[in-house]
């Protein structure tokens, strides 16, 4: 078992920036491809970013735009998401992931409980 636990989510102006974090614990991180999802009322779950188990591979939707960074430090086994120039479109419930391979599609084993990111106008 994994337990993920994202931080780091809050309140933000428009082109604004904030930093998740993603605490796992359970077992060792590098022998999973990690990542994010995000989620807003009414739609379902959507791929945001994910990074291979040794760090090296990264793999972000197209909306993302080079506006964020995923990165992860395995001693800590620690996630992190980077996003800069943040839009009212991003309003969301994050969520960090587990997979059990780094690939185009995530098919996430394991999820966090999610952090709210908030973007006003």
């Known amino acids: 078992q994994v337990q993920l636990v994202e931080s780091g989510g809050g309140l933000v102006q428009a082109g604004g920036s904030l930093r998740l974090s993603c605490a796992a614990s359970?077992?060792?991180?590098?022998?999973?491809?990690m990542g994010w999802f995000r989620q807003t009322p009414g739609k379902e779950r959507e791929f945001v970013a994910s990074?291979?188990?040794?760090?090296?591979?990264?793999l972000y939707a197209g909306f993302v735009k080079g506006r964020f960074t995923i990165s992860r430090d395995n001693a800590k086994n620690m996630v992190y998401l980077q996003m800069n120039s943040l839009k009212p479109e991003d309003t969301a419930v994050y969520y960090c992931?587990?997979?059990?391979?780094?690939?185009?599609?995530?098919?996430?084993?394991?999820w966090g409980q999610g952090t709210q990111v908030t973007v006003s106008s």
């Open positions: 992931i587990a997979d059990l391979a780094f690939r185009q599609r995530p098919v996430p084993v394991y």
């Open positions: 990074i291979s188990g040794s760090g090296v591979r990264v």
């Open positions: 359970g077992r060792t991180l590098n022998n999973y491809a």
